[in-house]
């Protein structure tokens, strides 16, 4: 039985919370808010304590395991006092949105050798993890493309964009690490992005379209793109080409009805509509995953680098978009990148 | 808060339970089954009192709901007994193999008005539930014609086909059921039967593979096919044809992955085995169903009647396939059809 | 090179004339029509003869080989009338209406010995070809089920209707001999008739539904659904259920367009619409199979048994829809069957 | 009535010559290749004159049209020949592989003003040309992003590499102009590409794989994935993503046939196998689109524009490719392009 605490009840933090709460392994013996109404609605549905602060939290003997949903800037320090406190560690992506941070974070974690994972909650995808390991499997021999279509059905407001570090970190940031997952690691980026859904969201000095060509270390050529906006719903797709074949991860449905009419014939429904929906089971699977690990005491995946670079890899996308440049990883050391990036 | 007893702790008492236990209006009090170990070991894993009786489970004043999941032939002493007691009935399929006692019995529990509902899960299923709103709702039309595929991986234990009733009033007694909630009344039954399976079925007395033709009050035509052995696993498909179109619903895949290789592409997994995985939501929304019904005092669908119709259907096929006659269900009355049949 | 003449320049006959005519290994000598409008339209499209009568085509020297495209109730006479000519017969089907007529012709022409082939067309579909091929060849093992869908978009007039012979003459004989096809011999028929679409037809004497369950000597059982009426265009489909598996195939469409959309996605072309379209390969590949037949002094495939059998099965199932009873085919002798049958 | 003259006998000059043949508004008049036994080939399959040069079928004042299916290299000079000879002009891709002839060309023939279409074949293949129509009909609302799959099942000889341009302008010079037909002009062009295949490709200076990126003037980006091989055959698929929506072009198969086995279901046939068979009707309706242009003096597209815009796209990739930069194709001018590229 893992004891949990879940830092930050918002829309994410309250799906953990309530998977944690129904996981046979896990007690959730508290949760924080700093928004009362969010901290007190999320404890009484669960019929779990509210932690007066994040320090008291983290300091509950009673406590094994924290799932931090807070915002990004505040993952850092929540990391460093949960390692302090020799609390096993799940944190939302991203770690944070500059790199150097990321990096001092991991300095200052390293002595107390956390457990430390990531929520690439993609990776647990039933649909996705079935590919890869098909992938890894052999099936369709050395992976040689992989193209990952990845789009929101609309895009947030316009407040949460300016605080999200741009479409690189906050949203392809996922298929970042979904690309590492099946190619391994990516020594080349390069990335154009566009504003062809919403100007409002150009004026933010984002961009809400994007796509990208990553080269990896095995030779492969990996394909994302992104749309801040698509019309027929949450659109989640992969395709990953091998010597001997293409695996291919398609869109999900809430049925599998068809509609034959006079003017269009096997109409399938619309796809899930967004990340709750279409990533049920990949949240579940993900807190199984963390939950094993904490028990049996072995590194969860993805980790703190996994998380570190996937962030590299989005600095370097962004770096490319601006710069009209391909950007290399392997020929930048940590400073050199540091600087060279935002 | 609707208070139930489960009776029977075999498989499907046993799903039952689990579901009930985690249904948020619902509190599990007790289970009961004739097997000490099958008892005690589903009152162990959800907590609840193991009851020494049928008899003490239904005589409970704790208890306002009881689901029947015992063997069939128990069902209808069963029911009387819980309508006796004033309990909320939700019964497996089917009521009984014998047209009579089924009669018999819902005379008896006439003067006590319960709250009956049958086990026919697939009406429940997401996809199939979706369908029929479809087809309500008008998007097809006025329905002419529906072919129902129901084919079961493998057969089950000679044992059990011994006292199963025979693949019409065991197997395709679901599929009468789905028929009549797509076009409602039947009055004609046309059936053949085959032993393609297992000679050792053909032995035992039963038919491993049928075709039957229905012709609906309505007008509409309705086939269905039964196999007791699919490779491919447990195929559970739908079609029904309106002057607008046809709406199909098919089978269902545990992920979305295909294969496209060098001899053969695009291929899907293999289809959900058994019921149990196929049909996981239906049976959480059944209870869902019935415990709405309960709260609310609202007759469930479907109840008593629906399980004597489809028993009259599949009483109405066995005549047909062993008369080489179509059976008009019509044209028979209640006696008459009782002497007619078996 | 093989030398034809065509008799009836209707619709099909027309697109007869010009596969022939486009065939590298066919001369078309000369066609013939009652209405000398028709006959001298595709005469002069296709830059052959018109021939002045039936008589004077048939006892052409330079004509090898005669395609019947002509009214059903000429067949008869036109064939043996070939057969004394000792011309190679490519018939439209069916051979007759009237199982008599066509047991004579049999015996009329039996003495020429001629090559006679029966125009079922479907056998020729490139899609169903593949699919028998493959059943052949093992890949699903033993076929038990068969589950034939045949749908019309749309009623003909009622002045065809009158003239069809009915439902299962005119229609279904078609997948009667699919049935053949796939499972050999029949044994057993039995149909559930219904007039769902135009009470016209209803007060022409003929249905426009129906639902057939045929039993072959395999001990397979094969179901056929026919409508007169299909809103989304010409449906044909087929599955073939064995021991091993499924095969399946599926409608046809112009593109390979899929559409995505905010209420629906994976929508895709109507399906083609008729059997003109449907069918183009299939009327070509029949066409060569006649044609290597003629050369090559083989049997060609169907013939003219395969059109009897499917015309016993056409008066077994309009038997069994009027008298409510299924028909046994293996019990009936020749002379019994045909006083048995209307 | 448009009479031809077919330059090249190769692979492809032999199908268009045996489509124009067989076109019913085309005379073929002549054919020349400079390989004798290739062009009596060709010549007496289909029964007409074998020129002696190409002078010569350029010269013949009976031929009106010329379809060139000579090596790359030739094309200008023949190109220029025909024009003062009064032709009009239908040329396989790519014009040249040196985008200096190409201006010099287009500058030469401008006096003459002749009618010159390019092979770009894909444009008229009808599940594309369906998918561009509806883009064009609004179904989708503006054109956001596009995704060209493009894949060659195998690679070709060394010695076919080695004078082909390289990948870019032999391959993906097809999907440049496929999006341009999509999107319009391009103005942003960023390659990545790699030896994934066959060391030898990468031996010979060239590359095996390739994913592109481009921004087209409206705005819209397109991504284009390329490689030598492909295990499941010739794949050539399409996405258009718009504000409303997305239409999705499929691959093609010879048959609708789906198998349903224990191990995996749903499974289609291998698609089809490369070139001749996938655009099989493409080319016979590129051919009618240039006759129709010739016989009612309008311009055929795509035209020699085209053919010259699809080599400044080959040309900026290969420079983006070896530069790491993506390469912005409306900065610069004419003489510019020319001295930055290759």
């Known amino acids: 039985m893992v004891r949990f605490t879940v830092l930050g009840c918002g829309r994410i933090g309250r799906m953990h919370a309530a998977n944690l709460a129904r996981h046979p392994g896990v007690e959730l013996v508290s949760v924080f808010d700093i928004m009362d109404e969010a901290a007190n609605a999320t404890a009484q549905a669960l019929g779990v304590r509210r932690a007066a602060s994040t320090a008291e939290a983290l300091s509950d003997p009673k406590v094994d395991a924290v799932l931090i949903a807070t915002p990004t800037a505040t993952h850092v320090p929540l990391i460093i006092e949960a390692a302090r ?13 500059d790199i150097e941070r990321v990096l001092q974070c991991r300095d200052e974690i390293a002595g107390f050798d956390p457990i430390v994972m990531i929520g690439f909650n993609r990776r647990f995808d039933p649909t996705f993890a079935a590919l890869r390991r098909r992938v890894e499997a052999g099936e369709i021999g050395r992976v040689e493309q992989v193209v990952i279509s990845s789009r929101d059905p609309a895009p947030p407001p316009l407040s949460y964009i300016r605080g999200s570090g741009g479409l690189f970190h906050d949203m392809m940031i996922h298929d970042f690490d979904m690309a590492r997952s099946l190619v391994g690691d990516i020594v080349e980026v390069s990335a154009l ?8 969201i150009g ?33 989640q797709r992969l395709e990953v080409f091998g010597e001997k074949g293409m695996l291919l991860a398609g869109n999900q449905r809430e049925t599998t009805v068809e509609a034959h009419l006079a003017d269009r014939t096997a109409c399938r429904d619309p796809i899930l509509h967004f990340f709750i929906q279409r990533y049920t089971d990949a949240y579940a699977a993900e807190i199984s995953h963390f939950v094993t690990a904490v028990e049996t005491h072995t590194r969860p995946t993805p980790g703190f680098s996994d998380g570190l670079e996937a962030l590299r890899l989005a600095d370097a996308a962004a770096t490319s978009h601006s710069t009209g440049r391909s950007v290399r990883l392997d020929q930048v050391a940590g400073e050199a990148l540091d600087s060279m990036m935002r």
């Open 85 to 97: 406190a020799g609390k096993a560690i799940l944190c939302e992506k991203p770690i944070d949105l």
């Open 193 to 200: 992005g566009a504003v062809l859904v919403d100007p409002g």
């Open 203 to 235: 004026e933010a000095g984002d961009i809400d379209a994007a796509m990208v060509t990553l080269r990896a270390a095995s030779g492969a050529l990996v394909h994302i793109n992104n749309s801040r906006r698509c019309a027929y719903g949450y659109d």
